[in-house]
């Protein structure tokens, strides 16, 4: 990596047309942040003066072709790297920073320190127009993500793997403030509960997850790690406790990159931080440290259970919330703190909309006292904490009555969280499923981005799990008459939509064609085939997604070489990636089977193999095609992913994450005990196995309460 002679005499003679390249003396820093490239690349340069009056330069560098799509990625990375200085207090330590686009990357991007290397979906935006709004999202958040990484994980580096969410946990929160300031219109704080705080919530409930500080002794499992538990809960308990400590979070922040700046931290180095500014003056009856090894040290999470008296008097209970039911004989790993959590609570009411804060510190139960004039409470305000909530039912009528009658009275978030918690609560056992099913009635009024994202998981969840049985045709009409009203709504006018609502639009027109709504989907079919033969030069980069994917679904084989033809010769990234997915959509089981064997051809770069058979194994005409060849070619799988990509694990749970029979469990089991060296995947093993068994518990109780609800 560094060779040298360690010969003080010797002198440097450049001959034979070889070039010397001298670097600057680098920073203090760990050996996994060293990165060069050496390329034909070019760069489009900016810069900006940092807070220690020091000119930083930044350029973004990519293939000659893709030159044009470097313009946004490059004003992203100037406005969000002098806005982190500020936010952070710490100047930008180096004279430059580049961002380097790169052909075939395995995993997203790297922060490397002053040289981070992306894949080019992660960086490239087209100027004139033809990238989507979740296409600069995405590079948008990817540089935030990589330019946070800078401060942690850069200046301030982990002392060790099991320290891993210091790094990722921090960049993954620090990308929704950084991409916010720079896209102050993307409502970026909104879009965590869907994005962030909901995958935490979905993996931590496993029996089989982690807690976030997890010893590491080997690579494959360092590499397991870069998985939900550090990025999404790491970016949801931070989340969570900035918001329970207010402006004295930040204060805490940047006391740790003061004192170990240049240097490696343990955790509860960060939260002596936090200490020395939050109970600075105050008498603090728990310290940072105390309330947060609960969150990081214990895997899961906590179910709230709030029971409302005749006299307004709330009860509130924890326990430990398991999405699959564990039956007694259950092996459940032993916790220092006997899974309790000392949990900031917060809660609205019909009285106040202002979210009033109580630390629940033990197990047994806690009161709250309303006024007499509150008709309805609301735990977990805005969905900032990292529990679920579970009522008493007179309070779960009362919210289905609430959201039929003046949804608006909570927020978009509040909302969202009901929607999750009760189809959660339902799926272990700890509620019936005609609560949520009542509970969804509303949207037929709904018009919000994030109730409906919530919402949507759940419908194509329960779609996956009913499709084989006799109920699915009712229950496919029971969703697009919740689906008419607000497709109605967003039509296909993209026109002056702002950007969560041109999300939106794609979401539920996304829906409408694979639930059957004819209307969505002879307009989809008929823009594809206009675009097809030429009639119709382009489609709406936001529509593309809908269209692409219609046009396959209920298409040929014509439809189907066409574009493959579209994604051989585009030098757009982005659109690659749209092709690739779309193309999993085809109903015609051969045509998948091809696409399979073409994701191992020269045509499908080794980065997008895993995300070709990810895809194909959601469509339900591809699932079984799906599993038969990841079996048939589990060696070169394994060969390929196995011991260096974050994404085979990623590769196992989806392929999985449809079977609901017991043939389809021993199937599994069967199989991974005959392949047990599963390398970097082998905890996911364990959580796909679980999520099977969920799956049938989930058929199994309430199969025939779904059937009876829906034939009412």
Request: charged share 20%; with cysteine.
């Amino acid at each position: 990596m560094f060779p040298c002679f360690d010969e003080p005499a010797i002198e440097m003679d450049i001959v034979n047309g070889l070039t010397c390249t001298e670097f600057q003396t680098s920073v203090r820093m760990s050996s996994y942040l060293v990165a060069f490239v050496v390329s034909k690349f070019g760069s489009r340069n900016s810069s900006f003066v940092s807070t220690s009056g020091e000119n930083v330069t930044v350029r973004v560098w990519s293939r000659p072709e893709a030159y044009d799509q470097t313009e946004f990625a490059l004003e992203v990375a100037v406005s969000v790297i002098s806005f982190y200085e500020k936010f952070f207090d710490t100047a930008y330590p180096l004279p430059k920073q580049d961002l380097c686009a790169i052909p075939d990357f395995t995993i997203g991007a790297m922060e490397n320190w002053g040289l981070i290397t992306y894949r080019e979906s992660a960086l490239l935006v087209d100027p004139i127009g033809t990238s989507s709004a979740s296409q600069k999202q995405r590079v948008a958040t990817i540089v935030a993500h990589e330019l946070a990484h800078q401060w942690f994980g850069n200046l301030v580096t982990m002392a060790w793997w099991d320290g891993l969410w210091l790094n990722e946990g921090f960049a993954s929160y620090v990308e929704y403030i950084g991409s916010n300031h720079s896209q102050p219109d993307w409502n970026m704080m909104d879009q965590f509960v869907v994005k962030d705080l909901q995958t935490a919530l979905t993996l931590d409930s496993l029996n089989s997850s982690h807690p976030i500080i997890t010893g590491a002794t080997d690579p494959d499992e360092i590499n397991a790690l870069f998985d939900s538990i550090s990025y999404e809960k790491g970016s949801t308990i931070l989340r969570m406790l900035r918001n329970f400590m207010g402006d004295t979070f930040l204060e805490g922040i940047k006391e740790y990159l003061r004192r170990h700046r240049y240097h490696n931290a343990e955790t509860s180095e960060l939260w002596d931080s936090m200490d020395d500014v939050y109970c600075s003056g105050n008498l603090c009856d728990h310290s940072v440290g105390e309330i947060m090894d609960t969150w990081t040290k214990q895997t899961g999470y906590p179910l709230l259970t709030v029971n409302r008296s005749s006299s307004n008097l709330l009860t509130v209970s924890q326990e430990r919330f398991f999405s699959v039911p564990h039956k007694d004989t259950d092996y459940i790993p032993p916790s220092v703190y006997n899974y309790q959590w000392k949990i900031p609570f917060t809660y609205i009411t019909s009285s106040s909309a202002t979210p009033m804060k109580k630390l629940i510190t033990v197990q047994k139960d806690k009161t709250i006292q309303l006024d007499s004039s509150v008709t309805w409470m609301k735990a977990n305000a805005g969905q900032t904490g990292l529990y679920r909530v579970n009522y008493d039912l007179p309070s779960w009528v009362q919210f289905i009555s609430l959201l039929q009658n003046n949804h608006v009275a909570m927020s978009a978030a509040d909302r969202a969280g009901l929607i999750d918690d009760a189809f959660s609560i339902a799926s272990a056992g700890k509620l019936s499923i005609e609560v949520p099913l009542n509970l969804t009635i509303y949207l037929t009024n709904e018009q919000d981005y994030l109730p409906w994202i919530s919402a949507l998981h759940w419908i194509y969840k329960m779609s996956d799990l009913l499709s084989l049985t006799p109920v699915y045709g009712i229950y496919e009409q029971h969703v697009r008459g919740l689906l008419t009203p607000i497709i109605g709504s967003v039509t296909w006018n993209t026109t002056g939509s702002s950007h969560l609502d041109t999300f939106l639009r794609s979401s539920i027109l996304s829906a409408g064609w694979r639930f059957g709504d004819t209307d969505t989907i002879n307009t989809a079919v008929s823009m594809f085939n206009s675009w097809m033969n030429g009639s119709s030069k382009s489609i709406h980069p936001d529509l593309k997604s809908v269209v692409y994917s219609a046009g396959i679904a209920f298409g040929g084989e014509k439809e189907w070489d066409y574009l493959w033809s579209v994604y051989q010769r585009t030098d757009d990234t982005a659109e690659k990636d749209l092709c690739l997915r779309a193309l999993a959509n085809s109903r015609i089981p051969w045509l998948l089977s091809r696409y399979l064997h073409y994701s191992f051809s020269d045509a499908v770069r080794s980065q997008d193999t895993l995300y070709v058979i990810r895809s194909v194994s959601g469509n339900i005409f591809g699932r079984s095609i799906t599993w038969n060849f990841v079996r048939n070619n589990w060696g070169i799988l394994k060969e390929r992913y196995g011991s260096g990509s974050f994404s085979f694990g990623r590769l196992i749970r989806t392929i999985s994450s449809s079977f609901s029979t017991q043939l389809e469990l021993e199937e599994f089991e069967e199989f991974f005990n005959q392949h047990s060296d599963a390398g970097s995947g082998t905890r996911s093993y364990l959580q796909a196995e679980e999520a099977i068994k969920g799956n049938i518990y989930w058929l199994e109780h309430n199969l025939q309460d779904v059937t009876n609800w829906l034939n009412v």
